[in-house]
């Protein structure tokens, strides 16, 4: 796991947080059923495990145990007739210009549910605890995957400038699928789909969605062009990403009408069991 993606990931957990301390005050239901999207401590708590799961295992397996890294052997010839049709028309040597501008559309790309702020303050809990879970376990799938299936990138096949950082981590060789573009792609899914449940009678929701999938596209367009991937690992990338940006956020649409709140009401924490219309309550 890159710097980058570290940094992301701690600031969305601090993000997280916060909000939790802000929206947790007397009156506030902390947990339970939005207007379009559901909270539910089983299904939440099993997305959230998933995702620290995934991504807290690539952690030891690539930061602790350092495995599967690839060392770089300068004497090695890789021969670019080796590579397939499809990807060959598409490799390029590395540039670190274009690589540095795909690090800043992704950033743009993972701040696309930003718009949600359109919603209503009950729902940015909703909508933050949603995104975590989104890019924990998106972030988790990509990096296992790179760690079981070793691939050079295509700067390797060039005699020029590569990056020194990757050679020496190993990261060269983890080429499959792109890392950046399953997580533009997990923010772009995300951000068009709950924009649209939110606010379906909206002509802004086509916005959306042409805004945050050309950031995506753009991502992966650079991700090629700075020599980095290849189009399959851009495809891959962008299919993980869009599948998992879709699933998290469509299943919490279901448990509308059977949920648990969790709320506070100054003097100590409330359950609320809702089966359909009826109400049952016990307090703590």
Same mark, same amino acid.
């Given at each position: 796991?890159?710097?980058?993606? /570290?940094?992301?990931l701690?600031?969305l957990?601090?993000?997280?947080?916060?909000?939790?301390?802000?929206? @947790?005050?007397?009156?506030?239901?902390?947990?339970?059923?939005?207007?379009?999207?559901?909270?539910?401590?089983l299904?939440?708590?099993?997305?959230?495990?998933?995702?620290?799961l995934l991504?807290?295992?690539?952690?030891?397996?690539?930061? *602790?145990?350092? !495995?599967?890294r690839?060392k770089? %052997?300068?004497? #090695?010839?890789?021969?670019?007739?080796?590579?397939?049709g499809f990807?060959?028309?598409?490799?390029? =040597?590395?540039?670190? /210009?274009? %690589?540095?501008c795909?690090? !800043?559309?992704?950033a !743009?790309?993972?701040?696309?549910?930003?718009?949600?702020?359109?919603?209503?303050?009950?729902?940015?809990?909703?909508?933050?605890v949603?995104? @975590?879970?989104?890019?924990?376990?998106a972030?988790?799938?990509? #990096?296992?995957?790179?760690?079981?299936?070793?691939?050079?990138?295509?700067?390797?096949?060039?005699?020029? #400038?590569?990056?020194e /950082?990757d !050679?020496k981590?190993?990261?060269?060789?983890n080429?499959?699928?792109s890392?950046?573009?399953?997580?533009?792609?997990?923010?772009a899914?995300f951000?068009t789909?709950?924009?649209?449940k939110?606010?379906? #009678?909206?002509?802004? /929701?086509?916005? *959306?969605?042409a805004g945050s999938?050309?950031l995506?596209v753009?991502?992966?367009?650079?991700?090629?062009?700075s020599?980095?991937?290849?189009?399959t690992d851009v495809?891959?990338?962008? *299919?993980?990403?869009?599948?998992?940006?879709?699933?998290?956020p469509?299943i919490?649409?279901f448990?509308?009408?059977?949920d648990?709140?969790?709320?506070?009401?100054?003097?100590?924490? =409330?359950?609320?069991?809702?089966?359909? =219309?009826?109400?049952?309550?016990?307090?703590?």
């Open positions: 796991m890159t710097s980058f993606f /570290k940094k992301t701690s600031g957990f601090a993000l997280t947080v916060l909000s939790l301390s802000v929206f @947790a005050e007397p009156g506030f239901d902390v947990w339970g059923s939005g207007k379009v999207f559901t909270l539910d401590p299904t939440d708590g099993i997305l959230l495990g998933t995702g620290v991504s807290g295992g690539d952690l030891i397996l690539d930061n *602790v145990m350092e !495995l599967n690839g770089y %052997d300068p004497a #090695e010839i890789y021969n670019k007739d080796n590579i397939n990807d060959r028309p598409f490799m390029k =040597s590395y540039n670190k /210009k274009l %690589d540095n795909a690090d !800043l559309t992704l !743009l790309s993972m701040a696309a549910p930003c718009v949600l702020a359109a919603t209503d303050k009950e729902e940015w809990l909703t909508v933050g949603m995104y @975590a879970e989104t890019l924990l376990i972030n988790g799938a990509k #990096e296992l995957s790179k760690l079981a299936i070793n691939r050079a990138r295509p700067y390797v096949y060039f005699d020029s #400038e590569k990056p /950082k !050679l981590d190993g990261d060269w060789n080429s499959f699928p890392g950046h573009s399953t997580m533009a792609f997990a923010g899914a951000s789909y709950t924009f649209a939110y606010f379906p #009678e909206s002509n802004w /929701k086509y916005a *959306v969605a999938f050309s995506a753009t991502t992966a367009g650079l991700r090629m062009a020599g980095n991937h290849f189009a495809c891959a990338g962008a *299919v993980l990403g869009t599948g998992i940006g879709l699933l998290v469509w919490h649409t448990n509308q009408n059977n648990l709140k969790i709320a506070t009401d100054g003097t100590g924490v =409330s359950f609320i069991y809702r089966p359909g =219309s009826a109400v049952k309550k016990t307090g703590l």
